[in-house]
């Protein structure tokens, strides 16, 4: 009998043990989350800095896409670049936008390139079209909306486009010129003494 008594006692207070000890626990994991280090965010994608939001692009033009590469692994897991391309698309009446997929506006480029030259494709005038810069590791990110004025459709016949025609743009390119100057100056100072 007072072995039962003696076991049923421990069995009660183990139990209220091991109950405090969880709950101790569990609030100071909670103090350690809200209160605990902050870990840094990380954005994979590359922003696309221009075109900004409420551009307008005429039909025909060539215009430069930038986009930034700071804080993004332009390597992939074997050390190689990673690569991306350019496709316009447009938002209409979904959330999602349209990507026109099949008709790139560049070809496969390395993301540290930074920017690229496009020629603005003959499609419908909108103004809900955008820049979409795929990778080819699965990132992506886009430019805000953009009108495409297109003068054979002034007023936007509102039917989107399925297809397009893309014109290859040069690439980008800069030349640099250094001018070497040299100039001598010869100063000659005369001090003449006042008799």
């Known amino acids: 009998m007072k072995l ?9 207070l ?8 969880s709950a101790l626990l569990a609030v100071a994991l909670l103090f350690a989350a809200a ?8 954005d994979p994608n590359p922003p696309v800095l221009s075109p900004k939001q409420g551009e307008v692009w005429h039909v025909g033009e ?13 390597t992939n897991s074997s050390g190689k670049p990673v690569l991306a391309l350019l496709m316009l698309a447009f938002w ?8 026109l997929r099949d008709q790139p506006l560049t ?15 003959a499609v419908p005038t909108r103004s809900d079209y955008a820049i979409f810069l795929n990778a080819h590791d699965d990132r992506s990110s886009c430019s ?25 743009a040069p690439p980008i ?3 640099i010129r250094v001018f070497l100057l040299n100039i001598n100056i010869d100063i000659g100072i005369d001090n003449k003494a006042s008799g």
Do not use: M
């Open 4 to 12: 039962e008594c003696l076991s049923s006692r421990l069995g009660k």
């Open 14 to 21: 183990v139990v209220k043990t091991i109950g405090i000890t």
């Open 35 to 42: 209160w605990g280090p902050s870990y840094p965010s990380y």
């Open 62 to 74: 060539l215009r430069t896409v930038q986009w930034g590469v700071d804080g993004i692994p332009t």
């Open 92 to 99: 209409g009446q979904t959330k999602e936008p349209a990507l």
């Open 107 to 121: 070809g496969w480029i390395p993301i540290t390139d930074t920017l690229a030259n496009v020629i603005v494709p």
């Open 144 to 168: 805000g909306t953009i009108t495409i004025f297109n003068p054979d459709d002034p007023t936007g016949s509102g039917i989107p486009p399925h297809s397009l025609e893309v014109t290859t």
């Open 173 to 175: 390119s800069a030349t």
